[in-house]
């Protein structure tokens, strides 16, 4: 069966700092890409940083560089989400997500198609 499995989530203070991990587990192939994003209430979901799992190419969105790291343990199938100096605007629910290749070929962070189930992380003092 095919899973992602979410999992570090919880509060923090601001500048804090938590890691997320995603384990992929029961894909019969390759993916393309695995990622975070997040949607905060009332705001539209989105992207927080993906990884290429071909060439290793990383994308972080605007509000994620300098503060968020995405990095895999291959061996574990495992995807994670360092995340320092944590600020109250990064509340949110966060996914996991992967691109096995349903959409063809797509840029970093487009085209997922197996999702994790989200993983609440609030910060606030």
């Known amino acids: 069966q095919e899973q992602l499995v979410v999992s570090g989530g919880g509060l923090v203070q601001p500048g804090g700092s938590l890691r997320l991990s995603c384990a992929a587990s029961?894909?019969?192939?390759?993916?393309?890409?695995i990622g975070w994003f997040r949607q905060a209430p009332g705001k539209d979901r989105e992207a927080v940083a993906c990884i290429s799992t071909t060439d290793g190419s990383i994308y972080y969105n605007d509000t994620a560089k300098g503060r968020f790291t995405i990095y895999r343990d291959i061996p574990k199938n495992t995807v994670y989400l360092q995340m320092n100096s944590l600020k109250p605007e990064d509340t949110a629910v966060y996914y996991c997500a992967l691109d096995a290749g349903s959409w063809g070929s797509q840029p970093l962070c487009h085209g997922m198609d197996h999702w994790g189930q989200g993983t609440q992380v609030t910060v606030s003092s």
């Open positions: 029961g894909f019969p192939y390759d993916y393309r890409q």
